[in-house]
């Protein structure tokens, strides 16, 4: 006999689900928290080095190609610091939510747990070492003497925090349902990030993907106009574009239909994959 003929179907699965995550938060929560234990064990900065990490890096980074672009090395500094932190939380999530169901292992084959709770793993772990990121972009700002003027823009910054994440929960899920099935989609992300790393504007000057031969990369890469959206309050001090807001919004949009196809395709058969 079938699962389904045991405890029947819901009336509403999608509020069903919801409320089974529901039960399941405080799992969810301790998972972020033993990834960030993890990841800082041992060391005596701990999640200092998540601010110290991209701040060294944005730094070796604007000296280099600062010189290459001709850019005042101060502010490029800047520049690049806001677009690394961004883009790790990005990378690092397609990286880390491949493993999140397979690591899952010992308690999907043991209780019926919503795949929704190790598939948030990595967004979460990932959304706090953003924040880390963020403070030292704000110290290296005041460092420099190059803080956002106060005003409503500033307001802005909250709301990214809340598009940025949206932006990147499907991309976990996705990721770590495709890991489950294509266990060389390591090698091929890592190959597909790279790529994306030197056609986003992070290192790369803005103005050259304004040109007439790369204006399609503000539609194709989406990293472009979540990065405008996030410089816009935080670096430059002015208010979004309501075009970069399109994009990202249909590209998050996009993503979230990507990941409830998936999800729906594989239900619970996903376990078996594990």
């Keep these: 006999m079938s699962y389904s003929n045991i405890v029947g179907k ?10 089974n995550f529901a039960r399941y938060r405080s799992l969810c929560s301790n998972l972020v928290a033993a990834d960030l234990r ?22 070796v ?8 672009f001709e850019q005042n090395y101060l502010a490029f500094s800047v520049y690049v610091l806001s677009g690394i932190i961004v883009w790790e939380y990005f990378s690092n999530t397609i990286l880390t939510a491949q493993d999140s169901l397979i690591s899952a292992e010992g ?33 290296l700002q005041a460092a420099l003497g190059k803080l956002p003027a106060i005003g409503w ?10 598009l940025l994440l949206l932006f990147i929960m499907p991309v976990g899920i996705i990721f770590s349902i495709l890991g489950t099935q294509l266990r060389d989609l390591r090698h091929v992300s890592l190959i597909a990030i ?9 290192m790369l000057a803005r103005d050259y993907l304004s040109s007439e031969r790369l204006a399609f990369l503000q539609y194709a890469n989406p990293i472009i106009p979540l990065l405008d959206l996030f410089r816009a309050p935080v670096v430059e001090g002015v208010f979004w574009s ?5 994009v990202v919004g249909i ?24």
């Design 61 to 68: 980074l604007a000296l280099v190609w600062g010189a290459v």
């Design 107 to 139: 308690y999907l084959k043991q209780a019926r747990i919503p795949l929704l709770v190790f598939q948030l793993r990595a967004p979460l772990a990932g959304l706090v070492t953003f924040f880390a990121g963020l403070v030292s972009l704000f110290v």
């Design 38 to 59: 993890a990841r800082f064990r041992r060391s005596h900065l701990g999640i200092l080095w998540a601010m110290i990490q991209p701040l060294s890096f944005a730094i």
């Design 10 to 19: 819901p009336n509403n699965p999608g509020l069903s689900y919801l409320r």
């Design 194 to 202: 790279n790529a994306l790393f030197f056609l986003s504007p992070i």
């Design 242 to 246: 309501q075009g970069q807001l399109i």
């Design 251 to 274: 590209w998050t949009a996009a993503l979230w239909s990507a990941a409830i196809a998936l999800s729906g395709f594989f239900g619970r058969r996903i376990v078996f994959a594990i």
């Design 153 to 162: 823009h500033l307001a802005q910054i909250p709301l990214f925090v809340i």
